[in-house]
């Protein structure tokens, strides 16, 4: 095997994305994907590479420091991909602590980790931390965020995430362990739990059900097809330089309302109903707590650097999304019902 990778969170919506994209462009490579399987992590995303001679799943919790100690003494990884985390902005609002407990305490674990199983050779190692725009905070109507945009998080999660990277690039400055980290805007595409805006919106415009949007949906993301997002990562880990941070976006900004009216429109379009039809059903709620207004990323460096760009418009990656969702109505179900849940049983324990 020439590479031992360790990827965290692989069992989630982007790492999902990360782990098929690893274990089929490097065969070469060892593919150790470590998931909790919290109500996010689902292995029926892998169902495809499962049975590949270069992937093994592992079961544990990144805050489990002896369970973590004993997978780099296994694995000897060379390079740890670290995705796992609490990741929804509504649910930090209720539980902070849980988030506090995965994303800063998990990552602290792994960095602790990588650098005492590295100490003696720190060479071709690397600590890619996966992170978020949101450590930026809210931009108004203007601006972007740059890589030397200060940090400014403003929920639970966007807090926990700006500390873990912190002590990413602590880690990095202090025990000079190889590190690179990288912030993306929102991601959008297949695999993803139905509890985020777009597969939520996609799932209830299916099933004739309201279709809530917070506040007037004034507020302005930057949407990434989740492949290109796998594509940059793929990009950094390989010629990233270390101590680097990269910024990952789309170039490609929209309003709440209006990427819920085009959504409207091509489910009318996909499941034959007249124009107009989904976009009754849409419904205005109250809006979350300290809602950022905008996010916007400068990808520039990334592209001018590395040579990353995403692959596809919007409109495309969105029917291409609506399509997976609406071809893979199991896959929905059994999130939605809670089956998924009993895959990792089904798999593993009765072998
Ligand atoms: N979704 C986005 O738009 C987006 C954008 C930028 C960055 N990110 C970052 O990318 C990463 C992945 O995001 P996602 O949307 O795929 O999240 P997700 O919630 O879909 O997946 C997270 C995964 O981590 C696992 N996990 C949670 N706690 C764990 C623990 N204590 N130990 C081991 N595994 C645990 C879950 O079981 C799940 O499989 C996160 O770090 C997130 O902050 C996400």
Known sequence: MKRKLLITGGAGFIGSHVVRLFV????????????????????????????????????GD???????????????????????????????IMDPLAFIKTNVLGT?????????HWKDKMDGKLFYHVSTDEVYGSLGEEGFF?????????SPYSASKASSDHFVMAYYHTYH??????????NYGSHHFPEKLIPLAIHNIKNNKPVPVYGKGENIRDWLFVNDHAR?????????????TYNVGGFNEWKNIDLIHLLCK???????????????????????????????????????????????????????TVDWYLENETWLNHVTSGDYQNYYNEQYQKR
Request: charged content about 30%; hydrophobic content about 35%.
């Open 24 to 59: 089929n462009k490097y065969p070469d490579y060892q593919i150790v994907n470590l998931d909790a399987l919290t109500y996010a992590g689902n292995l029926e995303n892998l169902t495809d590479v499962k049975d590949q001679p270069n992937y093994i799943f592992e079961k």
């Open 62 to 92: 990144i805050t489990d420091e002896s369970f973590i100690d004993d997978l780099f003494e296994k694995y000897q990884f060379d390079g740890v991909i670290h995705l796992a985390a609490e990741s929804h902005v509504d649910r930090s």
């Open 108 to 116: 602290a674990v792994l960095l602790n980790n990588a650098r005492k």
């Open 146 to 154: 740059l890589e030397t945009t200060p940090y400014d998080p403003r």
């Open 177 to 186: 362990l190889p590190a690179v980290i990288s912030n993306c805007s929102n």
């Open 232 to 244: 940059a990562i793929d990009t950094i880990f390989h010629h990233g330089k270390i101590g680097e």
């Open 266 to 320: 091509i489910m009318d379009q996909k499941l034959g109903r007249p124009e107009g039809t989904s976009a009754q059903l849409i419904t205005y709620v109250k809006d979350r707590a300290g809602h950022d207004l905008r996010y916007a990323i400068d990808a520039t460096k990334l592209n001018k650097e590395l040579g990353w760009e995403p692959s596809l418009q919007f409109e495309e990656g969105l029917e291409k």
